[in-house]
């Protein structure tokens, strides 16, 4: 996880360093860097995580029935 943090904590310095102070892009993007990195840092629920096992489930089983016809 800490490997995805780094490339954010890059472009943070370098938006500081091109943009003029309260520029409003400068802004809008610190912002959404900010809000990425704490959405990024959120964990996946479990009925999330529940359900893409059952796709995945449903996708090998699909997958094996497609195979045995030929």
Do not use: C, W, Y
Request: charged residues 35%.
């Amino acid at each position: 996880m800490s490997e995805k943090k780094m490339p954010h904590q890059h472009s943070d310095a370098r938006l500081s360093a091109a943009g003029k102070k309260g520029d409003p892009n400068q802004i809008i993007s610190q912002k959404l860097n900010a809000l990425f990195s704490a959405v990024e840092q959120e964990g996946i629920p479990d009925r999330f995580l529940s359900l893409l096992e059952k796709l995945d489930e449903a996708e090998r089983r699909q997958s094996k029935e497609g195979t045995s016809d030929e």
